[in-house]
């Protein structure tokens, strides 16, 4: 055996040697080292990613192909043409109540408090599919004036909090990373009885959702709106009253009939975004201003 | 082997696995590309060059955490170095030319990878150790999920593998190989 070959082999077992006592070393000094250097993969993979990412999300959902042969009677064509006509009306009357819906939130939305912040949009760079910490890559950085424990989230609705940040790309835990957080459920049909139950909720096991149990007979119904609480610890002060999801279900408890459970749902797909706005804080970005 | 080769190999494929997470989001069928490579690279390098090649994108998989958003250098590396090892042993036995060659190599080098990584992610947990455990972490869980994978990125070695064998002269294995081991 070369001592070229000897050397190289002692040097591959002492740096795996040293990676195995790393990886058995606390969070803060394992990423240490492993922090920098993901965010410098980060900004080298961020070209290549961004295109990738950006094909990937026009191909996910293809637009259905318009099947039709070509030998059909007429008559036929017709029948179905009425038909089709038929199902257009019905969508168009069940497209109306959610229009009118969207028109209410972006009503509401001017009154969600943008005071003392920036709001930095970034393109979704890739995704990291993990069961237990789900991260979203972003194309925005320290350059741009983004920071760890900020808040992200699209048109009110939160999505999470910056966790790690390189010059032009940070990563994002999602907000469904969290255990358990304090919200505000209010009613979303505006003619139903007003009432704010705060309370914390607790995620569930499919750890897509979160659940609370409340008396029976008392508020919560499907479609509900979950506001983050304004004394909540666990997302930082920005993101306080963002949506954090909607009543999607309400579940009996054999074990406890004098309470129902409301199961909440985050708004947005979290798994599937685009794009994401980060909420800087006005203080802590020198060139800031709204 | 040619290294240049090799990186720009690594960085289109780890641009292309992100981009495949993006894609398959939710299904937990995301291949591992960078084990498709790590294993042609082990049924055609030299053992040294395996062993390196390894701990290299085993490096890489760590700094692109799927466990947490932190990058915990260690785990992978360890498993990709494991994984090395195992297909230096098992090559000889094999007609190494072939891409079902390298599915089924990448399925089952992958288990060695998957459980050397689990283990030492698990280890964090144990108390007299200075690592604080990994949020939410189930071995169960992420082994079950690992294992679809596994067989996501067999099935994706297929068309990889015949792209990447199409491409083996660039790569400069030597022809010395055979005779070699790591040990």
Redesign the interface.
């Known amino acids: 055996m070369s001592h070229r070959h000897l050397n190289s082999r002692r040097v591959l077992f002492a740096l795996a040697g040293l990676l195995l006592i790393n990886s058995q070393l606390g969070t803060k000094y394992a990423t240490a080292v492993g922090g920098p250097l993901a965010a410098m993969l980060d900004t080298v993979l961020g070209p290549a990613s961004f295109i990738i990412g950006g094909f990937t999300q026009k191909i996910r959902q293809p637009p259905g192909p318009l099947r039709y042969d070509n030998d059909r009677d007429l008559a036929v064509v017709i029948a179905d043409r009425d038909k089709a006509l038929v199902l257009v009306e019905e969508l168009r009357s069940r497209v109306q109540p959610l229009e009118e819906e969207v028109a209410r939130l972006k009503r509401a939305r001017e009154h969600f408090d943008y005071s003392g912040v920036r709001i930095v949009d970034a393109r979704v760079l890739s995704f990291n599919d993990s069961h237990t910490n789900p991260i979203l890559t972003i194309d925005r950085g320290s350059r741009d004036g983004i920071g760890p424990r900020m808040s992200v989230e699209l048109d009110s609705n939160l999505v999470g909090i910056i966790e790690t940040v390189g010059p032009r790309t940070a990563r994002l835990r999602l907000l469904t990373t969290e255990k358990a957080f304090r919200v505000r459920i209010t009613p979303a049909d505006p003619d139903a009885p007003v009432y704010q139950l705060e309370e914390i909720i607790h995620r569930r096991p499919d750890r897509q959702s979160y659940q609370l149990d409340v008396n029976r007979n008392g508020p919560g119904a499907v479609g509900d709106y979950a506001f983050l609480a304004d004394d909540t610890r666990v997302f930082p002060d920005e993101s306080r009253s963002r949506i954090v999801g909607r009543v999607s279900k309400i579940e009996d408890l054999p074990q406890d009939p004098l309470l129902k459970r409301l199961v909440i749902r985050p708004t947005l797909p979290l798994t599937r975004l685009a794009k994401v706005s980060v909420l800087v804080p006005v203080a802590s970005d020198e060139g800031g201003g709204l | 082997m040619n290294w240049l080769i090799f990186g720009l190999a690594a960085?289109?494929l780890?641009?292309?696995e992100?981009?495949?997470?993006?894609?398959?989001?939710?299904?937990?069928l995301?291949p591992s590309l960078t084990l498709i490579l790590m294993v042609f690279i082990g049924l055609g390098g030299a053992p040294?060059t395996v062993?390196?090649a390894a701990?290299v994108l085993g490096?890489?998989v760590?700094?692109?955490?799927?466990?947490?958003?932190?990058?915990?250098?260690?785990?992978a590396?360890?498993g990709y170095?494991v994984g090395a090892y195992a297909v230096i042993q098992l090559r000889h036995l094999l007609f190494r030319d072939s891409v079902l060659t390298l599915a089924i190599m990448v399925f089952v080098v992958g288990l060695f990878v998957n459980l050397t990584e689990v283990a030492?992610?698990s280890?964090?947990g144990l108390s007299f150790?200075?690592?604080?455990p990994?949020?939410?972490?189930?071995a169960f869980?992420?082994l079950a999920?690992r294992f679809v994978q596994l067989i996501s990125s067999a099935v994706f070695a297929l068309p990889v593998g015949w792209l990447l064998f199409r491409l083996k002269p660039v790569w400069g294995f030597g022809a010395g190989v055979r005779a070699e081991r790591m040990y």
């Open positions: 960085y289109l780890i641009a292309l992100s981009g495949l997470g993006t894609l398959l989001s939710g299904t937990g995301a040294m062993a390196w701990l490096i890489l760590d700094l692109q955490p799927t466990t947490g958003a932190e990058a915990i250098l260690g785990p590396a360890a170095l030492v992610y280890f964090r150790l200075a690592a604080d990994m949020e939410g972490w189930s869980d992420q999920r």
